[in-house]
């Protein structure tokens, strides 16, 4: 691990256990069991530890989107501070409630992001859509990617506009379907249309 990359990973591990030490005197004075926290907050530190780790390999930081990979280790801190402001907001307004709200318009600009840069991802098992039969196909990859770039991003659209209907059974359902189910049905009909053609 280089230098620039050490320094990431301990810049952010500080944050998250900065945020942590926070979220816990919050959740102590909103009167919330602390044990949950506690484990949450350790989860937090080593994923963001893992995350770090991962995407300082050579093929992850070369093949990948410069910005997938900022973000993915950064992703740990950020997302503290998103659930940090909610707690905020219910300790400073105890009767009011904007947790549910929030986590889906977070959730929508994540799937915006990560689909803007999607077509600029090279091959490589930890950025991306990670379908293991396009790994040696770099042409089914790439189209795959393009079609994740516009599936993705709407579903980032569908969960901003999530908290105008509240309608679970629908945004859940579709945000699947929009994430998941279509770029893999795409890869798979791209794989076995180049076996047959091969």
Same mark, same amino acid.
């Given at each position: 691990?280089?230098?620039?990359?050490?320094?990431?990973?301990?810049?952010?591990?500080?944050?998250?256990?900065?945020?942590?030490?926070?979220?816990?005197?919050?959740?102590?004075?909103?009167?919330?069991?602390?044990?949950?926290?506690?484990?949450?907050?350790?989860?937090?530190?080593?994923?963001?530890?893992?995350?770090?780790?991962?995407?300082?390999?050579?093929?992850?930081?070369?093949?990948?989107?410069?910005?997938?990979?900022?973000?993915?280790?950064?992703?740990?801190? @950020?997302?503290?501070? +998103?659930?940090?402001? *909610?707690? %905020? #907001? $219910?300790?400073?307004?105890?009767? &009011?409630?904007?947790?549910?709200?929030?986590?889906?318009?977070?959730?929508?600009?994540?799937?915006?992001?990560?689909?803007?840069?999607?077509?600029?991802?090279?091959?490589?098992?930890?950025?991306?859509?990670?379908?293991?039969?396009?790994?040696?196909?770099?042409?089914?990859?790439?189209?795959?990617?393009?079609?994740?770039?516009?599936?993705?991003?709407?579903?980032?659209?569908?969960?901003?506009?999530?908290?105008?209907?509240?309608?679970?059974?629908?945004?859940?359902?579709? @945000?699947?379907?929009? +994430?998941?189910?279509? *770029?893999? %049905? #795409? $890869?798979?009909?791209?794989?076995? &249309?180049?076996?047959?053609?091969?």
């Amino acid at each position: 691990m280089n230098p620039k990359n050490k320094r990431t990973l301990f810049l952010t591990s500080t944050i998250c256990i900065i945020l942590s030490i926070v979220a816990f005197a919050l959740s102590h004075m909103g009167g919330a069991s602390n044990e949950n926290y506690i484990l949450l907050y350790v989860i937090a530190v080593l994923l963001n530890i893992v995350l770090n780790l991962a995407l300082s390999i050579k093929i992850a930081s070369t093949n990948g989107a410069k910005a997938l990979v900022s973000l993915g280790k950064w992703i740990m801190p @950020i997302a503290g501070v +998103v659930y940090l402001i *909610p707690q %905020v #907001y $219910s300790v400073l307004f105890p009767a &009011k409630t904007m947790q549910d709200t929030y986590w889906y318009v977070f959730i929508g600009i994540l799937f915006i992001v990560s689909g803007n840069y999607f077509p600029k991802n090279h091959i490589n098992p930890y950025i991306g859509l990670k379908f293991p039969w396009l790994f040696n196909d770099e042409e089914g990859w790439y189209k795959t990617h393009r079609l994740g770039s516009y599936t993705w991003i709407l579903a980032g659209i569908v969960s901003i506009l999530h908290p105008l209907h509240n309608l679970v059974f629908v945004t859940v359902p579709l @945000i699947i379907f929009l +994430v998941g189910v279509v *770029p893999l %049905v #795409y $890869s798979l009909v791209l794989y076995f &249309k180049r076996k047959r053609s091969n």
